[in-house]
C-alpha cells in the first residue's frame, strides 16, 4: 500500500525566509503527487501536482516542488515566507487506484513576523 | 464560478440523533468524495459516488451512510453520531477516477456532537 511521510507537524520560519516542506512517500510505480493547502476552517485547495513531464512544478503562490524519483521525495519550497502562508500543508499521492488519494499526516506553517 | 459548496458550515447535533450533511457542485463532476477530517488529523476518505455508483471504503463505520441524488448533491447521513464523530467533515469532486485528476474541495462541515 501507499504511503506518504511528512517530516515535521510543524514549522516555524521568519517572515522573508525560505520554505522548506519535506514529504516522502513510498511506491513500487510511479506516483501523482500533489500538495494542497489548508487555511483555518476551510476545506483543501491544490497548490501544485506531479504527473509526468517536468520534474519541477510550479503552483500558486510562488510554490513549487521538484519530483525526485531516487529520493522519494516531493518537497515543497518558497523562497521567500509570507504571513498569508501561514496555514496547514497536506502532501498526497495516487497511484492508479482510482484517483483515491492518500495523505501525509500534514505539516503546520507558522509564520513569524 | 464553479465551485463546491457545503451546507452548513458549522452543524451542532446532539448523542444518537441523526444528522445530514450536504454538499453540491456546479463543476458538472462524475466523482463525489467524502472525507472526515479529525483535529490535527489529514482528511480520511469515508466514500467516493462515481455517477451513481457507490464505493465504501472498507474502515468506514455502518453509521455513516451516503445519498446521491444527481450528479450536483450528495449527502452525508450519520445515523447515530456518537462524540467521536466530532469532526470536520469535507466534500471534494473530480472529473474522471484518473489518478492524475485534481480534487476540487468544498469549505467543509464542522460537527459538533453533544
Known amino acids: 500500500a501507499q504511503s506518504v511521510t511528512q517530516l515535521g507537524s510543524h514549522v516555524s520560519v521568519s517572515e522573508g525566509a525560505l520554505v522548506l516542506l519535506r514529504c516522502n512517500y513510498s511506491?513500487?510505480?510511479?506516483?501523482?503527487l500533489f500538495w494542497y493547502v489548508q487555511y483555518p476552517n476551510q476545506g483543501l485547495q491544490l497548490l501544485l501536482k506531479?504527473?509526468?513531464?517536468?520534474?519541477l512544478v510550479k503552483g500558486i503562490n510562488g510554490f513549487e516542488a521538484e519530483f525526485k524519483k531516487s529520493e522519494t521525495s516531493f518537497h515543497l519550497t518558497k523562497p521567500s515566507a509570507h504571513m498569508s502562508d501561514a496555514a496547514e500543508y497536506f502532501c498526497?499521492?495516487?497511484?492508479?487506484?482510482?484517483?483515491?488519494?492518500?495523505f501525509g499526516g500534514g505539516t503546520r506553517l507558522m509564520v513569524k513576523p | 464560478d464553479a465551485m463546491v459548496i457545503q451546507n452548513p458550515r458549522y452543524q451542532v447535533t446532539q448523542f444518537g440523533k441523526p444528522v445530514t450533511l450536504s454538499c453540491s457542485q456546479t463543476?458538472?463532476?462524475?466523482?463525489m468524495y467524502w472525507y472526515q477530517q479529525k483535529s490535527s488529523q489529514a482528511p480520511k476518505l469515508l466514500f467516493h459516488?462515481?455517477?451513481?455508483?457507490?464505493?465504501n471504503e472498507a474502515d468506514t463505520p455502518d453509521n455513516f451512510q451516503s445519498r446521491r441524488p444527481n450528479t450536483s448533491f450528495c449527502f452525508l447521513d450519520i445515523r447515530s453520531p456518537g462524540l467521536g464523530d466530532a469532526a470536520m467533515y469535507l466534500c471534494?469532486?473530480?472529473?474522471?477516477?484518473?489518478?492524475?485528476?485534481?480534487?476540487?474541495f468544498g469549505p467543509g462541515t464542522r460537527l459538533t456532537v453533544l
Open positions: 511506491s513500487s510505480v510511479p506516483p501523482y
Open positions: 463543476l458538472n463532476h462524475n466523482v
Open positions: 506531479y504527473t509526468t513531464g517536468a520534474t
Open positions: 471534494a469532486t473530480s472529473r474522471e477516477l484518473a489518478d492524475n485528476n485534481e480534487q476540487f
Open positions: 459516488y462515481y455517477d451513481k455508483d457507490f464505493n
Open positions: 498526497a499521492v495516487t497511484y492508479n487506484a482510482g484517483n483515491m488519494l492518500t
